[in-house]
């Protein structure tokens, strides 16, 4: 789910539409198999390789096939606002949101995501910063798409936690920026670690809301949404558009997610 925005803007660089169209194709899969009527999500979903037929949800990192690890929760709210932000397809929006609104409600109020939010001793539990990272980018989005003003205000306090209470600016060994991170709990490696996947995800958060840190460099909570233009998405919202690669975004408007990476290397 966290690919699927490279897949779009491959279609968009290169004309061809499969790559978009597995895209879609692989979020459908996802839509049909992995929400649970509460929003939450399984880590895993097995299928027959020969046939394709489904088997049912597992996990690796997750607590248990039943619980709700809250790193692939966060890849959810993520990879269906971007594929809805990228076909108009209005089911993953709205599939995006429960999502959301179940990891929204299974925080604690310190915003730091637990490792699995269904775990027995959660909310008391060892944090995952990665997932917070994620699912602030995801948010941000969700918020754009839906006019929702909350959805941004959530992600604003999940950044304002991130850069508080999980940052490695007192470590002279640290390999990562962002600490508090869980790999894989159940099989007994490392917790509360620096982790490198997380300083993408915090960069590209802190970017999104481009004017939301005061004088003092703290994340600020009291912005309205701010619009997000980008010459490189759907020009229209029917299902049937494509990208257009061609277009500019246009001074002082950020690209969407995908094209952001590119234009700013």
């Known amino acids: 789910m966290m690919n699927l925005d490279l897949l779009a803007f491959a279609s968009g660089q290169t004309g061809d539409g499969k790559y978009l169209d597995i895209a879609v194709e692989h979020a459908r899969t996802t839509q049909r198999n992995f929400p649970r009527p509460d929003g939450s999500t399984p880590h895993v979903h097995d299928f027959d390789p020969a046939s394709g037929a489904p ?45 959301a609104d179940f990891a929204l409600g299974a925080l604690s109020p310190d915003h730091v995501p637990v490792w699995d939010y269904l775990a027995p001793q959660a909310p008391h539990d060892i944090k995952d910063a990665s997932a917070g990272a994620v699912m ?23 950044l304002t936690a991130l850069s508080e209470t999980c940052l490695t600016r007192e470590s002279t060994s640290a390999d990562a ?58 020009a229209g919202r029917g299902g049937g558009d494509r990208l257009d690669p061609a277009a500019d975004p246009g001074p002082g408007r950020l690209p969407c997610a995908a094209c952001a990476v590119v234009s700013r290397r």
């Open 136 to 158: 602030a980018c995801g948010l941000l989005d969700l918020s754009r798409a839906t006019g929702e003003p909350r959805y941004r205000e959530e992600a604003l306090k999940l």
């Open 177 to 234: 920026v962002v600490a508090r991170c869980t790999r894989n709990r159940p099989g007994i490696t490392p917790t509360g670690l620096a982790a490198v996947r997380s300083m993408g995800h915090t960069a590209h958060s802190f970017a999104r809301p481009s004017d939301a840190r005061g004088a003092d460099g703290r994340v600020r909570r009291d912005l309205p949404p701010q619009p997000r233009g980008c010459g490189r998405v759907l």
């Open 55 to 99: 088997l049912g949800p597992g996990t690796v990192q997750g607590y248990s096939p039943a619980s709700c690890w809250s790193r692939g929760q966060a890849w959810g709210i993520y990879g269906f606002t971007t594929i809805y932000r990228r076909t108009g397809h209005r089911e993953f929006l709205t599939t995006a949101r429960k999502l």
